[in-house]
């Protein structure tokens, strides 16, 4: 099952980013545990400075925006 | 070019409405669509212009460019950064983090962080549009001298001391040559990308800041049509110096962005508010707010928030009062 991690502060952003992809997951039938870190530590030790951003089974890959469909489907589909 | 919005004004509040010119209600009504038509025109066109032009640019690249520089010159690039970088305010405690652990030195970060809500982009828009470029240059000089000013105060009085543990730490270890920066490889944009981001950017900014229009022109505009004429400047006109501080005080519980300001300054200045007590006021409006500065409680002691306030107020009183001082030679 892929972990995926969405850090950010609670702003409306970060929450909506998590929906659309625990959305995009369930239509791909896609297993994904999805997890909303808040902590400023969490988001220091993935050095990233703009949120939203998104870590892939502990892999950083997106930072600063809500992310697009088209890379939610790859990330998720990716081996 | 802006006189099309006046001519807009005059139509939908003289014609349409049929309010007389003289009115309370239509003074204040013409102020207020006239503004505010200006003002989401020029934000719906600028934002786009200037996200187009800096959609390379973002916090990882300026973290980059200061990590290797001399301290005189980090406090200006700093404070330049801050000003032109797109950032919202609900990642300053990651920018704050990230800056530290590359080893940035507290003041520089903190120079980076305190001019970044009192320029922005919209802000000058609005300025240029609503006061001048006079008006707009002075305002820039003195909110990057703010900038840079505080941050070097704050490493003069070694403010690392009373960061959180978990962020002294992370500045050691950048120090001790274990600096942490990733970064997310770019690619160079194509021209597509580049409209794509500036267009996302316009929609966020513009649905973030209409209502902040709307509330700052209803402001002023009420002020325009219903503050007697000469009361401001029989009353505090004189630039009493008691008046600076007295504004930044009444500031501090206002939160409002730049945004939502700009239009009550500049119904303040026609109304004759002196120049110096105006910036006071609308700097502390915006720079010094409670949220924000609960935020900052996750990476700094209560002791250097309170130096950090306090330090701010003093900066914008001294600024009301020299700009009240220089009023008759500007």
């Known amino acids: 099952m892929r972990e995926i991690k969405v850090l950010g502060s609670g702003c409306t952003k970060c929450t909506k980013t998590a929906e659309s992809i625990s959305r995009i997951a369930a239509e791909l039938g896609v297993e994904a545990n999805i997890i909303k870190e808040t902590s400023p530590q969490a988001m220091m030790s993935y050095g990233v400075m703009s949120t939203p951003a998104v870590v892939v089974d502990e892999q950083l890959v997106h930072s600063g925006s809500i992310p697009h469909r088209e890379q939610i489907e790859g990330w998720l589909r990716q081996p | 070019m802006l006189g099309i919005f006046t001519d807009l004004a005059d139509w939908v509040v003289y014609q349409l409405l049929a309010l007389d010119a003289g009115s309370k209600l239509g003074s204040a009504l013409h102020f207020f669509v006239e503004d505010v038509s200006k003002i989401f025109a020029l934000l719906l066109v600028m934002i786009y212009v200037i996200a187009l032009l800096r959609a390379s640019l973002n916090v990882e690249k300026v973290r980059d460019y200061l990590s290797g520089r001399h301290r005189a010159l980090g406090y200006l690039m700093g404070s330049v950064f801050g000003a032109i970088t797109p950032f919202c305010s609900c990642s300053s405690i990651p920018v704050f983090l990230g800056f530290t652990s590359a080893g940035i030195p507290v003041g520089i970060t903190m120079a980076f962080l305190l001019t970044s809500p009192l320029i922005n982009e919209v802000a000058v828009l609005l300025l240029l549009s609503l ?185 914008f009183t001294i600024v009301g009062w020299i700009f009240n001082g220089l009023t008759p030679f500007l």
């Open chain 2, 131 to 315: 006061l001048g470029w006079k008006f707009t240059l002075l305002y820039i000089l003195v909110g990057m001298l703010v900038g840079i000013a505080g941050g070097l105060l704050l490493d003069l009085i070694k403010a690392e001391r009373w960061l959180q543990s978990f962020a002294a730490e992370a500045l050691q270890r950048a120090r001790s040559g274990n600096a942490v920066t990733t970064t997310i490889d770019a690619e160079a944009l194509s021209l597509q990308q580049r409209h794509e981001f500036a267009r996302d950017e316009t929609l966020d900014i513009f649905s973030r800041v209409w209502k902040w229009v709307i509330i700052g022109v209803g402001l002023g505009a009420a002020l325009h049509g219903f503050v007697p004429e000469g009361w401001i400047e029989n009353y505090l006109g004189q630039g009493q110096w008691w008046s600076v501080p007295a504004a930044v005080v009444l500031g501090i519980p206002l939160y409002s962005n730049a945004t939502g300001v700009i239009p009550v300054m500049e119904s303040l200045i026609l109304k004759g508010l002196p120049i110096g007590t105006t910036l006071a006021f609308c700097m502390s409006t915006v720079a010094a707010s409670f949220p924000e500065f609960i935020l900052l409680k996750q990476v700094m002691q209560w002791r250097l928030l309170a130096i950090l306030f306090a330090l701010l107020l003093t900066a």
